[in-house]
């Protein structure tokens, strides 16, 4: 019923900069937040950024002052600039929307299936 699909991960160099992208599609009613996510394997699942309804941010202490979570709303899209990239930044980051499908639907999150960044010289 609702779609998320990721974009623009990929290979960079330490200290350099990408900008992931997400877009959620479907029957959606009413979004109440966005975000991202990331994990590597065998870690637990880390808060990277998220982005509520009225545009209230936040971000996982990692990545504060380097990463900046934006949304358009129109298209429904959620974007992650990430800047002065580390190595510990590698990992397949996970985008999700919160939404409902109708007025009488219950709450719940959606999930895409991840893209791949790795940082690495």
């Known amino acids: 019923q609702v779609h998320v699909v990721e974009s623009g991960g990929g290979l960079v160099q330490p200290g350099g900069s990408l900008i992931l992208s997400c877009a959620a599609s479907?029957?959606?009613?009413?979004?109440?937040?966005l975000g991202w996510y990331r994990q590597a394997p065998g870690k637990q699942r880390e808060l990277v950024a998220s982005?509520?309804?009225?545009?209230?941010?936040d971000y996982g202490d990692s990545v504060t002052g380097r990463f900046t979570i934006s949304k358009d709303n129109a298209k429904n899209t959620v974007y992650l600039q990430m800047n002065s990239l580390k190595p510990e930044d590698t990992d397949v980051y996970y985008c999700?929307?919160?939404?409902?499908?109708?007025?009488?639907?219950?709450?719940?999150?959606?999930w895409g299936q991840g893209t791949q960044v790795t940082v690495s010289s």
């Open positions: 479907g029957i959606i009613f009413y979004i109440y937040a």
């Open positions: 982005i509520t309804a009225g545009g209230n941010t």
């Open positions: 999700y929307c919160n939404t409902k499908t109708a007025i009488i639907a219950a709450r719940r999150d959606y």
